[in-house]
């Protein structure tokens, strides 16, 4: 069903269905060549969800299938995110939206640092079951704040021994499509705040209006072969401010970032045959900033 105010979700509907569908695409970025996401646990969520195409898909390594087809950008999303935190060497990391994210578990992290995961509480109950079960560990600490990005997540942050007065690198990644255009600024405000000189932040940018229902014309979608929604229908376009130009404003040093480019010329993966909606949104909406006064 389309998304309404207040709504919630586990991992095999709505939003929960989404960072599903994206964990099995990491599952199957590992079938190409070069596999960028590098995440052994993706596979072992996709089966415990045991939601049946997806299920099927990874079982089977079927590269003919949808998640096929975004396990090549979301190999490539997930190598630039990846890069961001290996750069960043900060103390404190804070992943908005986790979803199945194992990033505290596969990635190197500085001395004494904390990564901490927001999502809603069902998404983190099942990922932490599917943890506990494989006996994994973090490589760092993890603090997983079970909260609604919509409500006040930055009380249940601090709560969570969230430090505002050291430097933050933030993940915003396969998040803002999903919140509404009020939502997101007021998010953006609330980052501002918490974050001191010296904080990072990597971005994956909403669709403007009207990009939603071309990009869901545009491209295979794991929704269409689900009972689950078309993404026009979990995603909002609705009015925004300009997010880079108003963290300019704010003192930050925004860097705008072409995934398309990266992806032929850094990461040794070139994206071939994009339909054009999708080229556009790799090209323009990631980038990366940081805080300098």
Excluded at 60 to 67: F, V
Excluded at 118 to 145: H, W
Excluded at 151 to 164: T, V
Excluded at 208 to 221: N, Q
Aim: with cysteine; hydrophobic share 45%; glycine share 8%.
């Amino acid at each position: 069903m389309p998304r309404a105010a207040g709504d919630t979700w586990d991992i095999v509907t709505s939003v929960g269905f989404t960072a599903l569908a994206v964990c099995a695409a990491r599952a199957l970025d590992a079938a190409l060549d070069p596999p960028l996401a590098n995440d052994d646990f993706a596979a072992g969520f996709v089966a415990a969800a045991g939601e049946p195409n997806l299920a099927a898909a990874v079982a089977n390594t079927d590269l003919s299938s949808a998640a096929a087809f975004n396990a090549q950008w979301v190999g490539v999303r997930t190598r630039f995110f990846d890069g961001f935190f290996a750069r960043a060497r900060v103390g404190q990391a804070v992943i908005l939206a986790a979803g199945l994210d194992c990033r505290a578990y596969r990635l190197a992290w500085p001395p004494d640092c904390t990564v901490f995961e927001v999502d809603q509480p069902r998404v983190l109950e099942f990922k932490q079951q599917v943890l506990d079960q494989r006996g994994a560990q973090p490589s760092t600490r993890r603090v997983a704040i079970a909260t609604d990005l919509r409500d006040d997540w930055a009380a249940a942050l601090i709560e969570g021994g969230f430090d505002p007065g050291q430097p933050t690198a933030w993940a915003l990644e396969g998040l803002l499509p999903y919140l509404p255009g009020a939502a997101q600024d007021a998010l953006f405000e609330k980052l501002h705040e918490l974050s001191a000189v010296g904080s990072h932040v990597a971005v994956e940018l909403g669709p403007d209006p009207g990009e939603a229902k071309e990009f869901a014309d545009s491209i295979p979608t794991i929704s269409q072969l689900s009972a689950q929604p078309p993404v026009a229908q979990l995603w909002y376009d609705d009015a925004r401010i300009d997010t880079k130009d108003w963290l300019t404003k704010q003192g930050w040093d925004v860097v705008g970032v072409d995934l398309v480019d990266k992806a032929a010329n850094e990461y040794g993966r070139p994206f071939q045959g994009l339909p054009p909606v999708f080229d556009r949104l790799l090209r323009s909406k990631f980038f990366g900033a940081t805080r300098t006064r």
